[in-house]
């Protein structure tokens, strides 16, 4: 059974610091995993996809990173600003499963 | 905007109640789907619709029905739920059911009393 794990679970850092959220998955065999942001009380937002054949993706300031062999993932958030406070959700997309298997969150605050 | 819309936002039902939950896609997708959220824990695949075929999740309570009258169109109703059923319900859509983007709905909030 596929089990996604982020670290840090909260995070709290000065604003205009680049930051890097961890994502580690057990079963390599993913079709593709996706970040997320979610806003208190919200839906989630997509921020990225990587295919399983993919090394990164890239969108704005951020940058998403996958060593599928390894099982891991990071998203680079470069010169953070405070509105990029919110939770960051990690989360994969098995074969043989059906929809996504999700990591708890990294709760990340961007101090003024 | 996501193009897949929740209605509706909040929700308090007693525990006699029911009630239906809406979801609504404008992308085109093939593929539907409900998922919980509790605090403090991992968001948790309920029910999988894709070209409007249910896929069985054994693991939920029989108080949930899912339907999905066409392509567009996601229900979940709701009926002698129990408080700790309270949580964030989203509903979700992707191109197909396997290699996809998903893009979720803002969510109702459901507190059952």
């Known amino acids: 059974k596929q089990e996604v794990t982020q670290i840090p679970a909260a995070l709290s850092v000065p604003e205009g610091e680049n930051l890097v959220l961890n994502c580690s998955f057990t079963?390599?065999?993913?079709?593709?995993l996706q970040w997320f942001r979610q806003d208190p009380g919200k839906g989630l937002t997509s921020l990225l996809l990587?295919?399983?054949?993919?090394r990164e993706q890239t969108s704005g300031r951020l940058n998403a990173s996958l060593d599928k062999s390894s099982g891991r993932s990071t998203l680079y958030i470069a010169a953070s600003q405070p509105g990029d406070s919110a939770t960051y959700l990690c989360?994969?997309?098995?074969?043989?499963?059906?929809?996504?298997?999700f990591g708890k969150g990294t709760h990340l605050i961007i101090q003024p | 905007e996501t193009g897949v819309t929740q209605t509706p936002r909040h929700l308090v039902m007693g525990m006699t109640n029911k009630k239906s939950l809406k979801c609504e896609q404008h992308?085109?997708?093939?593929?539907m789907y409900w998922y919980k959220q509790s605090a403090k824990k991992p968001l948790e695949l309920m029910f999988v619709?894709?070209?409007?075929?249910?896929?069985e999740n054994n693991s939920v309570p029989s108080r949930f029905s899912p339907e999905c009258p066409n392509s567009s169109h996601l229900f979940l109703h709701l009926h002698t739920l129990q408080p700790e059923d309270s949580a964030l319900y989203l509903c979700?859509?992707?191109?197909?059911?396997?290699?996809?983007?998903?893009?979720f709905g803002q969510g109702t909030r459901l507190t059952v009393v």
């Open positions: 979700a859509s992707s191109q197909t059911r396997v290699v996809a983007e998903a893009f």
């Open positions: 079963d390599s065999a993913i079709y593709n």
């Open positions: 990587i295919q399983s054949s993919q």
């Open positions: 989360a994969v997309k098995s074969g043989g499963a059906d929809g996504l298997t």
């Open positions: 992308l085109g997708h093939n593929a």
């Open positions: 619709y894709s070209l409007e075929e249910r896929v």
